[in-house]
């Protein structure tokens, strides 16, 4: 089966002279398409440094990084950016929602770039999405009228809008 993801010999450091410290030292892994990874250890450990570096949100040192045979550093901040709207989703330790949009909207934002003129099927879908993780009839809820779990499943929603790839989940 074709690897999904790859990394060859990952390495990203923090700091510059002597405090300069190494997160990761030539990480190397691969992702089927379909499969469940998980990455643990403690805190401080680089699992968040991993997953950003796997995404291109982050700068690598060294070594290399591949989406579907798709090498990413060789590509533009905004080709990167399109890449990751399209063919990842990501669900953040703490869910990256505007406070000026209800539920709804933050959902479907992401996906507006692309899609503008089918609104009402991105309303469907992040309603049918909203049903599926339990937060249903919430559309029109503030940020700040939810609870922390309500905007994780929010986030999970918006993570899901564009069938991607692949999702990373960062503590979900």
Excluded: H, W
């Amino acid at each position: 089966m074709k690897n999904l993801l790859c990394g060859k010999e990952i390495v990203k450091s923090f700091g510059e002279g002597n405090e300069k410290t190494r997160v990761l030292n030539q990480v190397s892994l691969e992702v089927e398409r379909g499969e469940y990874l998980s990455v643990m250890g403690p805190s401080g450990s680089g699992k968040s440094t991993l997953l950003y570096a796997l995404s291109g949100m982050d700068i690598i040192d060294s070594g290399s990084v591949s989406l579907d045979g798709l090498e990413l550093s060789g590509l533009e901040d905004e080709e990167l950016s399109d890449l990751r709207r399209r063919k990842m989703g990501f669900v953040f330790q703490q869910p990256a929602l505007l406070r000026n949009l209800n539920i709804l909207d933050n959902i479907i934002l992401p996906m507006m770039r692309d899609n503008r003129k089918q609104v009402g099927t991105l309303v469907q879908k992040a309603k049918t999405l909203m049903r599926l993780s339990g937060i249903e009839g919430l559309e029109e809820r503030e940020i700040t009228q939810m609870s922390g779990g309500q905007l994780q499943r929010a986030g999970i929603c918006r993570a899901l809008m564009a069938d991607p790839d692949i999702i990373f989940g960062d503590e979900p």
